[in-house]
């Protein structure tokens, strides 16, 4: 089933991507690669570097509040690493998998060091949903009908979720954590989790600015990848499009991120006038550079397999030696 599902993520992106091929043809997506420059290419590692060390934060305040310990240098080299992961494997979400297991076995809890990787996600998709919701409600006449119904429907369901959760953990909280169920221990243990790590007096202005700053990251990367694609409109006129291009990268159809956001774009530009083929030009540029400012996971990649691979013929020969010595 699982397999099922990620080949029909894979084919519901390379399907999106090849309608717009069909549609705008070929040059809206190489146009762009040959435009990027030393300029660019630098601006991407900078900005990335920003949001990597602000989305890091905010990983590590809410895996402190849940108990775990995690050092800021540790959440900034783990996150470049699942950023470059995330960027280059199907789904978009593989490295984030890999990073919340791993610290949760490092730190030797794995439920909660997956939770801590969830929370610290949610907090930057609330923030984003908030955003989208803000763009709806004040330039309602650059969003198509389609998208405002999209925006408010997730808004109300964030709002009910975060009420239902705040409610339910006061109510049952207490009274389920001692149950003899294991599914209600684990709700009452994740709604815990919850209030701990995201709603605390001690914990939400400070992943609130550090998710806003993410975005605000972001952002200024795809204003970088509309200039690098010849797109000269005013950045206020452009921020609206990107704040709901960003929001629709969050679909589990892509391939590297890839897919969905090179379709809104698309259809966002076109309803805008400036051009269809424009807005797959520069969601194809923001996809390159995306994957430019996570290079440096590749790095931490590479050392650490180095370094694993060095451990293990350590190992192995330090194993080999009293054998060595009963020999003799």
């Not at 004040?138 to 964030?158: D, I, N, T």
Request: with cysteine; glycine share 12%.
């Amino acid at each position: 089933m699982k397999r099922a599902l990620a080949w029909l993520r894979i084919l519901g992106a390379v399907g999106i991507l090849a309608v717009l091929v069909w549609q705008l043809g070929s040059a809206a997506f190489l146009d762009g690669l040959g435009r990027i420059s030393a300029t660019g290419v630098l601006a991407a590692l900078g900005i990335g570097l920003a949001t990597t060390l602000f989305s890091a934060g905010r990983w590590q305040i809410v895996a402190t509040r849940l108990g775990l310990r995690l050092s800021l240098r540790t959440a900034v080299t783990d996150y470049y690493r699942a950023l470059f992961l995330n960027g280059v494997l199907p789904a978009g979400v593989l490295g984030d998998v890999h990073r919340a297991v791993q610290h949760g076995r490092d730190s030797g809890d794995v439920p909660r060091g997956v939770r801590a990787v969830v929370l610290e996600r949610t907090a930057g998709q609330i923030v984003l949903i908030a955003s989208a919701v803000a763009v709806v409600l004040l330039s309602p006449s650059v969003v198509p009908v389609a998208f405002r119904e999209v925006v408010v429907v997730a808004g109300v369901v964030v709002v009910l979720a975060a009420v239902t959760a705040l409610v339910v953990g006061r109510v049952l909280g207490g009274r389920w954590i001692h149950s003899g169920s294991k599914w209600r221990r684990g709700f009452a243990a994740g709604l815990a989790d919850v209030r701990l790590g995201l709603l605390t007096r001690e914990t939400w202005p400070s992943v609130g600015f550090l998710s806003v700053a993410t975005l605000a990251g972001h952002l200024a990367l795809f204003v970088v990848a509309a200039r690098v694609a010849g797109v000269d409109a005013p950045v206020g006129q452009l921020v609206p499009l990107m704040v709901l291009a960003l929001l629709a990268m969050g679909l589990p159809l892509n391939v590297g991120g890839f897919g969905p956001r090179e379709g809104v774009c698309a259809l966002l530009f076109g309803a805008a006038g400036l051009g269809a083929a424009q807005g797959v030009t520069v969601a194809v540029v923001y996809g390159v550079l995306t994957l430019v400012a996570s290079l440096p996971g590749a790095g931490v990649l590479l050392v650490r397999s180095v370094a694993g691979v060095r451990r293990t013929a350590l190992s192995r020969e330090s194993a080999a030696r009293p054998h060595v010595k009963a020999a003799v």
